[in-house]
């Protein structure tokens, strides 16, 4: 892209995906330091004053590419910081939404990584207390067979009943937020990217 020049985010973002492939080929294995004896670099033969305006041309070329992506990246994210977009009820910058999803997001998966780690290890040791339950209600009962066991089965309940203590739902409203917030982002961005203009 040249000075100044109207794009969309899209073709923008589309830019800078083939610059950074270029960039990476360009940087990959350029030699910006070698050794010369009588005027000849030994490496390749060139004659140092070649090598020398070679090489003053790359690092001014890599520095220009560098400073480029710097403008149309500022040129996005000032565009992003003025673009107000709905989410349900609420309305943020994209540049909010951005931030959002770059540094929450991944936290709000976390919790819900190590929560579902503990309700899978609390929902066994709920199964296991379960089942050692049964047992004392089948221990106790068997040889009771003609009495009247409510007394007995209240006691044992209070005894020796688990109860689980669930965030089962809270995991659901937390996998909700983050797929609705990803889904929406996605959307918005593809929308708003097609149609919001820079200046780069």
């Known amino acids: 892209m040249s000075q100044n020049n109207v794009t969309t985010i899209a073709r923008a973002l589309v830019s800078l995906k083939h610059r950074n492939e270029k960039f990476t080929d360009h940087v990959d294995g350029q030699v910006t330091a070698t050794v010369a004896k009588k005027g000849i670099v030994t490496r390749n033969g060139m004659p140092v004053k070649e090598y020398r305006d070679l090489l003053e041309n790359y690092k001014t070329s890599i520095m220009d590419q560098l400073d480029q992506e710097f403008i149309v990246r500022k040129a996005i994210a000032e565009s992003n910081a003025k673009t107000i977009i709905k ?15 770059q540094h929450i997001i991944p936290k709000y998966k976390a919790i819900i990584n190590e929560a579902q780690k503990w309700e899978r290890s609390a929902q066994n040791t709920y199964n296991e207390e379960y089942r ?37 739902e809270w995991i659901k409203e937390l996998e909700e937020t983050v797929s609705s917030f990803e889904m929406e982002l996605d959307a918005v961005l593809s929308e708003s990217n097609a149609i919001t203009q820079i200046t780069v």
């Open 132 to 168: 050692n339950y049964e047992r004392q209600i089948v221990s106790y009962t068997e040889n009771l067979k003609d009495t009247d066991n409510t007394e007995i089965l209240n006691s044992l309940e209070k005894q020796f009943k688990p109860e689980m203590i669930s965030s089962a």
């Open 87 to 101: 989410f349900g009820v609420k309305e943020i910058s994209i540049a909010d939404a951005l931030l959002f999803k």
